[in-house]
Structure formats: structure tokens, C-alpha cells
């Protein structure tokens, strides 16, 4: 698998939620080059958004504002 983020490698982990106080294990991809976590919410998030966002242009950078003189 390939990180999306880096074009790294990515391996199958699991991790703890210290957050609940019962013992909750999940797996999830981590990056070994830059760390990136992607679990099954994330790609459950990504692909909700991307549905939704479809044919959205997204505007980068800042809009400069013109001062009156």
C-alpha cells in the first residue's frame, strides 16, 4: 500500500484508544515514512466528502482586496 500524503509505505498496525476506559483495540495504516494514521473513519470521512464536494472548485490562495486611494 501507498501513502497518500508521501508515496510512502505503509503497514497494517493496531492501536489502543486510551480515550475509552474498557480495553478498545483497532487496526489502522501507518506510514513509515511520515507517520500519517488512516483508520476506517477516515476513509469513511474521505469518501463522504468527496461525494459531497464533487464538482466544487475549491478556491487556494488569499483574495487580494483592493484599497480605495
Not at 500500500?1 to 489502543?16: K, S, W, Y
Not at 483497532?26 to 483508520?39: F, L, P, Q, S, V
Request: hydrophobic share 30%.
Amino acid at each position: 500500500m501507498v501513502c497518500q500524503r508521501c508515496r510512502g509505505l505503509l503497514v497494517c498496525e493496531t492501536f489502543d484508544d486510551l480515550g475509552i476506559e474498557t480495553v478498545s483495540l483497532y487496526t489502522a495504516t501507518r506510514c513509515i515514512n511520515c507517520g500519517y494514521i488512516e483508520d476506517a473513519v477516515v476513509r469513511a470521512n474521505r469518501f463522504r466528502r468527496s461525494e459531497t464536494t464533487r464538482g466544487v472548485p475549491r478556491r487556494r490562495g488569499m483574495v487580494k482586496k483592493e484599497m480605495p486611494c
